[in-house]
């Protein structure tokens, strides 16, 4: 059922995108390329500064906000009956990754942003632990950016984007601690 709900709004997002690059103002498609797979090396230095000081400022936010958010999310009642704005969590956390999935899009595009699931997948397999979880997330994550990027820069004609979506497809699958 999932696959076929992705596939479904996959589907809608491509028709959108084909009637967005189709009008007068963007028919050359360059528009749609750079939505779907992004363009980090088109970035000039002022966006380049301005993307990063948005990521730091995201990536602390998240900091200060990761052990509420965790118990929040693990026992609501408790955590409101402790004082914690539950509600307001609940509804600042998408806030909070849709801030960072517009500001990453922009470099990784929409479809290698997808492609998280598979690291994120593999670290909650290998570790029951929240917080090792995360950290073992971000470590699967930069070995596929790097892997993807190697592997694009040996075959010339492969695509980053999908070298990195394509290196994370070899990610552990078994639970080694329980």
Not at 35 to 40: D, E, M, N, Q, T
Not at 127 to 154: E, H, I, K, N
């Amino acid at each position: 059922m999932i696959g076929n709900i992705f596939a479904w709004i996959l589907g809608l997002g491509v028709f959108f995108l084909t009637v967005y690059t189709t009008n007068r103002s963007t028919g050359n498609g360059a528009a749609g390329v750079n939505v779907l797979f992004g363009s980090i090396f088109g970035f000039s230095s002022g966006n380049a500064v301005l993307a990063a000081v948005i990521g730091a400022a995201l990536c602390l936010l998240m900091q200060l906000l990761a052990r509420r958010l965790l118990f929040a999310t693990l026992d609501p009642d408790v955590a409101a009956a402790c004082g914690l704005p539950v509600r307001l969590i609940g509804f600042g956390f998408p806030a909070l990754v849709g801030a960072c999935t517009a500001e990453a899009a922009q470099a990784a595009g929409a479809l290698l942003l997808l492609g998280l699931a598979a690291p994120a997948g593999a670290a909650v397999r290998l570790t029951t632990r929240p917080y090792r979880a995360l950290g073992l997330f971000v470590v699967l994550a930069v070995a596929d950016l790097w892997a993807g990027l190697t592997s694009s820069c040996t075959v010339p004609n492969l695509p980053p984007c999908f070298a990195i979506r394509d290196s994370s497809f070899g990610a552990p699958r078994g639970v080694v601690e329980r």
